[in-house]
């Protein structure tokens, strides 16, 4: 019984967590980071990242999302009302998300080759690859990644995680 009141707790703090990172229409939020718990239960699993900026962010995730996820990794993981609901493993394992090749008051330059996009009804994943190699996830909104694809080169100016905007090269 204590079990399943402190998951009860853990998994309220999560939904409570999740929602700092969830839009406010319902659209997928992505969020990237290093793992350092994943806590199973019968009906679904806690996983709990740390965030390029030292924040900790737990979600709650349906039965088997997690399998062969261990603390460490490095994942992207798609939010959807609080819920986890897609995931993937960072190509590199890095402890944050590298940064871009620029700074300006917060404003991030990231530039390169458009290694894949993950599209949601609203707003995508656009994974870039830098000259370095790393890839760097960018979350944008579909109205401004019109016209990209696969294999694009572009340069993304990010705020946030979040692209002010997308131009090809």
Same mark, same amino acid.
């Not at 992207?76 to 998300?97: D, F, N, W, Y």
């Not at 000259?131 to 996830?137: A, E, I, K, L, Q």
């Given at each position: 019984?204590?079990?399943? $009141?402190?998951?009860?707790?853990?998994? !309220?703090?999560?939904?409570?967590?999740?929602?700092?990172?969830?839009?406010?229409? !319902?659209?997928?939020?992505?969020?990237?980071?290093? @793992?350092?718990? $994943? @806590?199973?239960?019968?009906?679904?699993? *806690? =996983?709990?990242?740390?965030?390029?900026?030292?924040? =900790?962010?737990?979600?709650?995730?349906?039965?088997? *999302? =997690?399998?062969? $996820?261990?603390? !460490? /990794?490095?994942?992207?993981?798609?939010?959807?009302?609080?819920?986890?609901?897609?995931?993937?493993?960072?190509?590199?394992?890095?402890?944050?998300?590298?940064?871009?090749?620029?700074? /300006?008051?917060?404003?991030?330059?990231?530039?390169?080759?458009? @290694?894949?996009?993950?599209?949601?009804?609203?707003?995508?994943?656009?994974?870039?690859?830098?000259?370095? !190699?790393?890839?760097?996830?960018?979350?944008?909104?579909?109205?401004? $990644?019109?016209?990209?694809?696969?294999?694009?080169?572009?340069?993304?100016?990010?705020?946030?995680?979040?692209?002010?905007?997308?131009?090809?090269?």
């Amino acid at each position: 019984m204590r079990k399943i $009141i402190i998951f009860a707790f853990i998994l !309220g703090l999560a939904v409570f967590s999740a929602g700092a990172h969830s839009r406010a229409n !319902g659209s997928p939020q992505w969020v990237t980071g290093r @793992v350092v718990s $994943i @806590v199973k239960g019968t009906d679904g699993s *806690l =996983l709990s990242m740390e965030l390029p900026g030292g924040e =900790l962010f737990s979600v709650p995730s349906a039965p088997g *999302l =997690l399998e062969g $996820i261990q603390a !460490g /990794d490095v994942v992207t993981v798609q939010v959807v009302e609080g819920q986890a609901m897609l995931l993937r493993i960072a190509e590199k394992s890095a402890p944050s998300t590298p940064a871009p090749e620029k700074k /300006d008051d917060g404003v991030q330059w990231v530039p390169g080759e458009v @290694v894949s996009m993950e599209r949601g009804p609203t707003d995508s994943l656009l994974s870039v690859r830098m000259s370095d !190699g790393t890839v760097f996830n960018v979350a944008a909104s579909n109205d401004k $990644i019109k016209g990209i694809k696969v294999g694009d080169h572009v340069i993304a100016k990010v705020f946030q995680g979040w692209a002010q905007s997308v131009t090809k090269k």
